[in-house]
């Protein structure tokens, strides 16, 4: 019977790789991004949310693997092209649709 107790964890939780540090930066700007929607700059928003995106894609390409923490799902290849693809997707989604001027 083994009665070892595992090691309870840090008070104190960080990120352990260079690449959960990307990740917590692109999550605060995609937060951020929507905090700016739900406030009335919708435009203003939804880039920031695909800039975070775009960052991402960005971060998980240039980190290896055993660094991408939290970045790394799938393989490389397919996690920069889905991120940069929603990334810019969003981004010209927001510059491209036109104003509802009289809309009430």
């Not at 009665?3 to 964890?9: D, F, G």
């Not at 739900?38 to 880039?47: E, H, N």
């Amino acid at each position: 019977m083994d009665l070892t107790v595992a090691p309870e964890p840090s008070a104190e939780r960080r990120p352990q790789t260079l690449g959960g540090v990307v990740y917590l930066v692109m999550v605060a700007a995609a937060l951020t991004g929507l905090a700016i929607t739900v406030l009335g700059a919708w435009r203003t928003g939804v880039v920031w949310m695909g800039a975070s995106l775009i960052g991402g894609a960005a971060g998980r390409l240039v980190l290896p693997d055993r660094k991408a923490g939290m970045l790394r799902v799938r393989r490389k290849r397919a996690d920069v092209a889905l991120m940069l693809l929603a990334g810019v997707a969003l981004v010209v989604l927001a510059i491209v649709v036109p104003d509802q001027r009289g809309a009430g």
